[in-house]
């Protein structure tokens, strides 16, 4: 006779396959919303229960054991099921409701999503938003994220994903600092400028520099007396004088209308990748995710306005 599951053997497998997808009971306790011994005595008494050692823990991180490892996949695959259970009654809602949470990089996140948060809770007044910013990459299933905005191309063919805008990025400067070193009028200009470069938070490499000339792309890494790891920083610098950097036009636009940074080299600018929605399968039919994706297209509009601004600025290309 097959034993049925109790409540408390159910809640300690959800404890333990947050930990063992995130690495700690801290990062699991935070995404449970409970605190982290909470967690550390669930899974205590599920090894007991089981009678087996599911961690080799040490001071510093948690290493699933053979059986552990084993137990973790089949508790995704119980977590997903129970997942489409959720999912498939949410759907049979025909208005978007309940919590949606989102993951989105800080800038896009900050600049781009919060100011239109406001407009889609007031068509939407029973969404309630989560959103999660920073460049780290979240696993939408494990961690139970509804939808997430990244940057470039989408490995993971198990997600649903729809473009929204390509990335385009162009070289920019403060009027001061080209007034005092001149304007760049080819990118082999630039050895003789001050340039400040971005280091992806993720990988810790710094951002090769590509232009388009005539049917080449050229690419190189400029040597940079200022590297920074945030977007919104390159920009900052360079408003402030800093030198000749790389900056995405919807991020740089709004710099360039109040006249603290002018575009240099637009017409060697290249499209570098696509700005890009994604979600699990789960949340197909989601009333508040398909509401959230649709309104997406008036986020990120086609042809974008920011764009525009780089475009329209006297000089560029």
């Known amino acids: 006779m097959t034993e049925q599951i109790t409540l408390e053997r159910l809640t300690g497998i959800v404890a333990f396959a947050r930990a063992a997808s995130q690495g700690s009971f801290t990062a699991a306790a935070r995404s449970l919303s ?53 999912q498939s009654a949410v759907a049979a ?29 007031r068509r939407h007044p029973k969404v309630t938003i989560d959103l999660r910013l920073g460049d780290r990459y979240v696993n939408l299933v494990e961690e139970g994220v509804d939808l997430a ?6 490995p993971d063919s198990s997600l649903i994903s729809r473009g929204l805008s390509p990335v385009r990025l ?25 340039c400040v470069n971005f280091r992806y938070q993720t ?19 400029p040597e940079a007396p200022i590297v920074l790891d945030v977007s919104d920083a390159v920009v900052e610098v360079l408003a402030a004088g800093g030198g000749v950097g790389m900056a995405a036009s919807w ?18 600018a290249v499209d570098r990748t696509m ?10 039919a989601n009333p508040a995710v398909k509401a959230f994706v649709a ?20 000089g560029s290309a």
Not at 59 to 77: F, I, K, N, W
Not at 179 to 193: I, K, Q, S, V
């Open 170 to 194: 162009s070289a920019f400067a403060s009027p001061g600092y080209l007034a005092a070193r001149g304007t760049p009028r080819r990118p082999e200009d630039l050895r003789d400028h001050d």
């Open 149 to 154: 905005i990244r940057i470039g191309s989408q």
């Open 34 to 86: 409970v605190s982290p011994s909470a967690v550390s005595k669930t899974i205590q008494r599920l090894e007991q229960q089981l009678g087996l050692r599911l961690f080799t823990r040490t001071t510093r991180s948690l290493v699933l054991t053979p059986e552990g490892r084993d137990l973790h996949q089949r508790a995704l695959e119980l977590l997903r099921a129970a997942d489409d259970v959720v």
């Open 295 to 314: 309104f997406l297209e008036e986020v990120f509009p086609t042809p974008s306005p920011w764009d525009a601004v780089i475009a329209g600025w006297p």
């Open 203 to 221: 990988s810790g490499q710094t951002l090769v520099w590509q232009f388009k000339v005539g049917s080449r792309l050229i690419e190189f890494t």
């Open 93 to 121: 809602k025909a208005e978007p409701a309940g919590t949606l949470k989102i993951a989105a990089p800080l800038p896009i996140g900050t600049r781009m999503l919060a100011p239109a948060l406001p407009e889609f809770r």
């Open 275 to 284: 700005i890009t929605a994604v979600w699990p399968a789960s949340r197909r």
């Open 251 to 268: 991020i740089a636009a709004p710099y360039v209308q109040r006249g603290l940074l002018v575009p240099v080299l637009s017409e060697f």
